[in-house]
């Protein structure tokens, strides 16, 4: 494969990259062809030793999506950034989705205990109506509303932690792939 068939490839690969994005690591992999000619190797070589450009596509995009999510971590950029590093293998589909469905079943847990006790006393006004037992249990329904509005913020806290674990999880595992790839 010729050095414009390489970098025709990557391009097409890389679309749903921004243009500024894409052009610089296109023009980093041209540089590898300029540097590798010059050590005397030919295009058909540079392009053998740096992988099929469908694969360098996706470790890209895997590397694009992480580093969007380190500078913003929302629900959205995390987990394009995980299905980026899932796309790259079979290895990533066990390794990173695994964990990660476990991982998202504790706040998830967590949220719906949360809203089950900050809607307790409505919960309860339905059961008993309004009458003195409801008025009795007052403290008790403020202390459950309490206690579900802590266990909410302290969640939502746990999941900010998680973002960045998960973040990190990732790095690793790109790193590991690229690792085995040479």
């Not at 994005?21 to 041209?30: A, L, P, R, S, V």
């Not at 540079?46 to 380190?70: C, M, N, S, V």
């Not at 900010?160 to 973040?167: A, E, K, P, R, V």
């Amino acid at each position: 494969m010729t050095k414009d068939q390489y970098v025709s490839v990557l391009q097409q690969h890389l679309k749903d990259i921004p243009a500024h994005e894409q052009e610089e690591f296109i023009n980093d992999y041209k540089e590898h062809f300029v540097l590798g000619m010059e050590e005397g190797r030919s295009e058909e070589e540079i392009a053998d030793r740096l992988g099929p450009p469908e694969k360098t596509a996706k470790e890209i995009r895997a590397q694009y999506q992480l580093t969007a999510a380190e500078q913003k971590p929302t629900y959205k950029s995390v987990s394009k950034a995980v299905f980026a590093a899932v796309s790259l293998g079979l290895f990533n589909l066990i390794f990173i989705l695994g964990p990660l469905l476990a991982l998202i079943s504790i706040p998830i847990a967590l949220l719906i205990t949360a809203g089950t006790l900050v809607i307790s006393p409505l919960l309860l006004l339905i059961q008993e109506g309004i009458g003195q037992s409801y008025w009795n249990k007052g403290f008790l329904m403020i202390g459950y509303v309490g206690v579900g509005l802590l266990l909410g913020i302290g969640t939502m806290k746990l999941i900010q932690w998680m973002y960045s674990l998960i973040l990190r999880y990732v790095k690793f595992n790109l790193r590991m792939v690229r690792s085995e790839s040479k």
